[in-house]
């Protein structure tokens, strides 16, 4: 690895170099899954501006969800690609930014998106509430507003983009122990991970009670009619068993 090209902006030193099949190792299994992503994200938003019937407000998130990965896999991993069969990220400080952007934004939409899907999916099992498509195209600009927010803030100073220390990725100087690095750090963690992580987990674990109890209750039911009627109770019993 040439330690030149992460003196002025990134934490890479020789000595962190993994050994060069590890690279090309990265680069192989990337390339797979760039070429699916791609692919399969594609099929389902062609199918999804094609078809109207698809056009409800969960599968106007999901698309949302499969736009961000296409950004992905289209423009992120490509450079990541290149950058392991190079065994060092090539392209210089001006891309090392676009690329951090690009990744951190992409991976912000991805995590709030789904915290926003599990919380649709929960008001409407638990609350038996829906979502309109208004309020879901809401939504959608919401999560991608506020992931921009965050990947855009190093570009004011607050923290900054730079070679991660495998040394063929950009990212948040996650190393760094700047104040303007560490508090970056940490808000990114609690606002964009940590919080849309516990949304998801409260989400399907109240989703999960919701449908055992229904569940048990119909069972309940069930074995008090075939008390009363014995000769359901071989039916009761196949079904649930």
């Known amino acids: 690895m040439n330690g030149s090209n992460f003196s002025t902006f990134g934490v890479v030193s020789n000595s962190d170099q993994l050994p060069g099949v590890f690279y090309y190792a990265f680069g192989v299994v990337f390339v797979f899954v760039m070429v699916t992503a791609t692919g399969g994200n594609g099929v389902f938003l062609y199918v999804f501006l094609k078809s109207k019937t698809l056009r409800t407000p969960n599968y106007f998130l999901v698309s949302a969800l499969c736009l961000g990965d296409v950004l992905m896999s289209t423009l992120g991993i490509p450079m990541f690609i290149i950058a392991n069969f190079s065994t060092y990220w090539i392209f210089g400080e001006i891309w090392c930014t676009i690329y951090g952007t690009l990744m951190t934004f992409s991976g912000f939409v991805q995590i709030t998106l789904l915290a926003s899907i599990a919380c649709i999916r929960y008001f409407f099992v638990v609350k038996n509430e829906s979502v309109g498509t208004y309020a879901a195209k809401l939504i959608v600009i919401s999560c991608y507003a506020y992931s921009f927010i965050f990947a855009l803030a190093p570009h004011f100073g607050w923290s900054r983009f730079v070679v991660e220390p495998v040394g063929t990725s950009c990212g948040p100087n996650w190393m760094g122990n700047d ?46 009619v075939s008390r009363k009627k014995p000769h359901l109770f071989p039916t009761v019993y196949s079904v649930y068993n």
Do not use: A, E, G
């Open 179 to 224: 104040s303007k690095d560490v508090s970056y750090n940490i808000t990114i963690f609690v606002m964009c991970f940590f919080v849309p992580l516990t949304m998801i987990l409260y989400s399907y674990i109240m989703i999960f009670l919701k449908v055992r109890n229904i569940f048990n209750s119909s069972l309940i039911k069930y074995c008090i």
